[in-house]
T-cell receptor, first 112, second 115 residues
Framework: GEDVEQSLFLSVREGDSSVINCTYT??????LYWYKQEPGAGLQLLTY?????DMKQDQRLTVLLNKKDKHLSLRIADTQTGDSAIYFC????????????FGKGTKLSVKP | NAGVMQNPRHLVRRRGQEARLRCSPMKGHSHVYWYRQLPEEGLKFMVY????????ESGMPKERFSAEFPKEGPSILRIQQVVRGDSAAYFCASSFSLTSAETQYFGPGTRLLVL
């Protein structure tokens, strides 16, 4: 079956780097996504990576994909208090349907 | 270009009542997805619709839940005879097409509380 796992909590100090990890099980996944959810809000797409890529960088965000181990990570450089939120990893399977499969989310707390 | 819109943002219902949740996709998007988020959980897929068609409802409970996306107007998620376990945040997402590269954009959600 399809499953996405994430650690539930991460705490860092302002200015440090944050690394949020995710593992998935569907080897046919075509795209993998990172979404950010602030309290009481919807999901904001942060970035995504195609399954034939190893790395993608977008300003302070770096996504690393290890397809062999089915491991995805999101690194946030120079973490700010405004980065405090829940971060969801999601995969889109290789089948014909377009629904996303989400992890339970990692709550990032940034201490000043 | 307005994003995905959902209303109401908050909805309180008593057990046994009906809940109707609305979603207007982004302009030009014809694919709509509904997800449910239980407290402290990730989002779970419920149903995927295109205009006037339900494409995949494999994540939606067979009873009491229904969804539609008419030719004109928003997509509606309807929950009949609500129970306390239906309390959750319901998110709608839309995309332009079904191709793998197409990103889903999420609305702000409707938070349903069943008393």
């Amino acid at each position: 079956g399809e499953d996405v796992e994430q650690s539930l909590f991460l705490s860092v100090r302002e200015g440090d780097s944050s690394v949020i990890n995710c593992t998935y099980t569907d080897s046919s996944s075509t795209y993998l996504y990172w979404y950010k959810q602030e309290p009481g809000a919807g999901l904001q797409l942060l970035t995504y990576i195609f399954s034939n890529m190893d790395m993608k960088q977008d300003q302070r965000l770096t996504v690393l994909l290890n397809k062999k181990d089915k491991h995805l990570s999101l690194r946030i450089a120079d973490t700010q208090t405004g980065d405090s939120a829940i971060y969801f990893c999601a995969e889109k399977g290789g089948g014909s349907q377009g629904n996303l499969i989400f992890g339970k989310g990692t709550k990032l707390s940034v201490k000043p | 270009n307005a994003g995905v819109m959902q209303n109401p943002r908050h909805l309180v219902r008593r057990r046994g009542q009906e809940a109707r949740l609305r979603c207007s996709p982004m302009k030009g998007h014809s694919h709509v997805y509904w997800y449910r988020q239980l407290p402290e959980e990730g989002l779970k897929f419920m149903v995927y619709l295109q205009k006037e068609n339900i494409i995949d409802e494999s994540g939606m409970p067979k009873e009491r839940f229904s969804a539609e996306f008419p030719k004109e107007g928003p997509s509606i998620l309807r929950i009949q005879q609500v129970v306390r376990g239906d309390s959750a945040a319901y998110f709608c997402a839309s995309s332009f097409s079904l191709t793998s590269a197409e990103t889903q954009y999420f609305g702000p959600g409707t938070r349903l509380l069943v008393l």
